[in-house]
C-alpha cells in the first residue's frame, strides 16, 4: 500500500528582496538533492556559528549549481521543535550568496538562541528554487490566474506608479507635493505558501500578497488607508514556478518534494517484503483457533477488537 506523506507548516515571517526581471527568463537546469544537501550543510554551520565570515566557505568545493549565475528567488523556511518558523525570501548572485546572507539574518534573530536554532543539527529545512517566471498580460489576468495551480505555481506582483497627494489636513506648510517621484510595490508568494499559510483558494492565495504589499485586485466596500488598485499601466504580475526539497530536522538527506508532499517511493524488493511479513504478522495476531478471523472496529475508542 502506498503512502503519501504530506507536509504543513504553520505562520512564518517573510523578508523579501525586490529583483527586475525580464518578461520571461529561461528555465533553469533543476536542481539536485545533492545541491541542496551541500547547500544545507553550509546553511546549519553559518547558523551554529561555525561559519562566521564567507571567506570561510569552501566555494570551489560546493557542486556548481550552487555558485553558478542565478537570476531568481530563493525561499528558505527553518522550523524546528517547538519553535516558531522562519521564512525568508532573498536574491542573489548565487545560491550560495543568497543562502549566507539568509543564514546570517536569521542568526541575528532575537529568538535565534532562546528556540535553539543555534543547534542546527535539529533545525529543518524547507527550500524552494524559482526556476521560471512567465508574465501575465494584463488581458489575461482573470483567465491565466483563475487557473493558477496551486501548490506548484506562485506569483509576483510588481508595480510602479505615483503615490496619491496626502490629504490636505497632513501637508506641512509650504510643502509641494511631488508629482514625479514613483513608488516600487514588489512582492511574491511561492508555492508552498499555500499549505504554510493554509490558503485554500487561489483568490485567499492572491490576496494575501496584495495585502502585504498594499496592492488589491479589485475594490472593496471598504479601503484600508494608503491602499492601490491594479493599474494596466504599472502593474506587473508574473507566474512562478519553482523547485522544492526538503530535509528535516537531524538529518542530512534532502527530499525534492510535490505540491509540498514527499513523492511516494516506488516499491523495491526490501519493501515489498517488509510489506507482506508485517501483514502476515497482523492476519497470524487476529486469527481465531478454528480459523476465522473476527474483527470490529468502534469508532469511538478507534480500536479493533
Known amino acids: ?35 541542496v544537501e551541500a547547500l544545507v550543510k553550509v546553511c546549519r554551520d553559518v547558523l551554529s556559528g561555525r561559519v562566521t565570515r564567507f571567506g570561510q566557505i569552501e566555494v570551489r568545493k560546493l557542486p556548481k549549481a550552487l555558485t553558478r549565475h542565478f537570476d531568481h528567488d530563493i525561499s528558505f523556511t527553518l522550523f524546528h521543535d517547538r519553535a516558531p518558523l522562519m521564512q525568508y525570501s532573498g536574491h542573489a548572485r548565487n545560491v550560495i550568496g543568497c543562502a549566507y546572507a539568509m543564514m546570517k539574518r536569521a542568526a541575528a534573530m532575537p529568538g535565534h538562541l532562546f528556540y535553539g536554532f543555534n543547534q542546527s543539527d535539529r533545525v529543518g529545512f524547507f527550500i524552494e528554487f524559482v526556476t521560471d517566471r512567465e508574465l501575465v498580460k494584463p488581458t489575461d489576468w482573470h483567465k491565466r490566474l483563475k487557473r493558477l495551480d496551486m501548490g506548484v505555481e506562485g506569483i509576483e506582483i510588481e508595480d510602479r ?71 494596466k499601466k504599472t502593474t506587473r504580475v508574473y507566474v512562478l514556478r519553482t523547485q522544492s526539497f526538503l530535509v528535516m530536522p537531524g538529518h542530512t538527506r534532502a527530499r525534492e518534494m510535490f505540491r509540498v508532499n514527499l513523492p511516494a517511493s516506488p516499491p523495491a524488493p526490501e519493501t515489498l517484503i517488509r510489506t507482506v511479513r508485517t501483514a502476515a504478522d497482523y492476519l497470524c495476531r487476529h486469527q481465531e483457533s478454528d480459523g476465522r478471523f473476527l474483527l470490529s472496529y468502534r469508532p469511538s475508542t478507534g480500536r479493533l477488537s
Do not use: N, Q
Open 1 to 35: 500500500m502506498k503512502r503519501r506523506v504530506g507536509f504543513v507548516l504553520g505562520m512564518a515571517a517573510v523578508v523579501t528582496f525586490p529583483v527586475t526581471v525580464s518578461a520571461r527568463t529561461p528555465e533553469r537546469k533543476p536542481f539536485t538533492t545533492a545541491d
Open 161 to 231: 506608479r505615483k503615490p496619491p497627494p496626502p490629504p490636505k489636513s497632513r501637508r506641512k506648510r509650504r510643502e509641494r507635493p511631488s508629482g514625479t517621484k514613483t513608488e516600487h510595490r514588489f512582492g511574491s508568494e511561492m508555492p508552498g505558501r499555500a499549505v504554510i499559510g493554509e490558503l485554500d483558494s487561489r483568490d485567499r492565495f492572491i490576496l494575501r500578497l496584495c495585502e502585504r504589499i498594499r496592492l488589491y485586485p479589485s475594490k472593496r466596500p471598504v479601503m484600508p488607508e494608503g491602499t492601490y488598485l491594479w493599474d
